[in-house]
C-alpha cells in the first residue's frame, strides 16, 4: 500500500485531469460553435447570391428580344437552324 501522500497526489492529478479535460472540451466546442455559426452564414450568403444571379438571368431573359439568337445548345429555345442561317449570311 502507498502512502497517504501518494494518495493525495494521484487524487490530484485525477482531478486536475478531470478539470482540464472539462474546460478544454468547452474551449473545443464554443469553437465549433462558432464555426458552425459563420459556415451558416457562408452559405446563406451563397445561396443569396445564386439566388439573384438567377433573377438577373431570367430578367435579361424576359427583356431580350423573342427573335434573338440562341447559341447556348442547352438552353430550350436554342434552335440549330436558325444559328446555321445566322452563320451562313455573315460569310
Do not use: C
Request: proline fraction near 3%.
Amino acid at each position: 500500500m502507498g502512502s497517504a501522500t501518494v494518495n493525495v497526489v494521484r487524487y490530484t492529478a485525477l482531478f486536475t485531469g478531470v478539470v482540464y479535460g472539462w474546460y478544454h472540451r468547452r474551449t473545443l466546442q464554443a469553437a465549433y460553435d462558432v464555426h458552425k455559426i459563420d459556415a451558416a452564414t457562408y452559405q446563406r450568403e451563397h445561396l443569396i447570391a445564386q439566388a439573384k444571379e438567377a433573377w438577373i438571368k431570367k430578367q435579361e431573359a424576359l427583356k431580350a428580344p423573342a427573335d434573338s439568337l440562341v447559341t447556348n445548345p442547352e438552353d430550350p429555345r436554342f434552335d440549330l437552324e436558325k444559328l446555321i442561317a445566322r452563320w451562313e449570311t455573315a460569310a
